[in-house]
């Protein structure tokens, strides 16, 4: 998790925990701070499932992102590979075609 989620959902505990504070403390009846402490619960709920979609928002868009990076690496990869395979058969060819003179040469001989 990054330091800027650990950080939001630090910012939402401390609030939830400070409202909640604050309903407990304050002079009320028990039915209006059942009811207040209801109500913060609730948004409290709705502010971290909001975070959590937007962190999954974010992971989703981060992995694209390195799935787009990495196919393309291994694209550059595989064409690099192609390359040196090219030359290494063109080296192997010429040592066949030289081997088979030196072959020839020991058959006339």
């Known amino acids: 998790m990054s330091s800027n989620s650990n950080t ?3 910012v939402l505990a401390g609030a939830a ?3 909640l504070a ?4 304050a002079p ?3 039915s209006n701070t059942r009811k207040k402490i209801a109500e913060q619960s609730a948004a409290a709920q709705a502010n971290i499932k909001e975070s959590a979609l937007d962190l999954q928002e974010r992971v989703s868009e981060t992995v694209a992102v390195q799935k787009q990076n990495l196919g393309a690496r ?6 690099d590979v192609s390359y040196k395979t090219e030359d290494v058969i063109t080296t192997l060819e010429a040592k066949l075609k030289e081997l088979k003179e030196k072959n020839k040469q020991l058959q006339k001989g």
Not at 22 to 25: A, D, K, N, S, T
Request: aromatic share 6%; net charge negative; no cysteine.
């Open 8 to 10: 939001a959902l630090g």
């Open 28 to 30: 009320d009846k028990g």
């Open 17 to 19: 925990i400070g409202a």
């Open 74 to 79: 291994v694209e550059n990869i595989v064409s």
């Open 22 to 25: 604050g309903i407990l403390f």
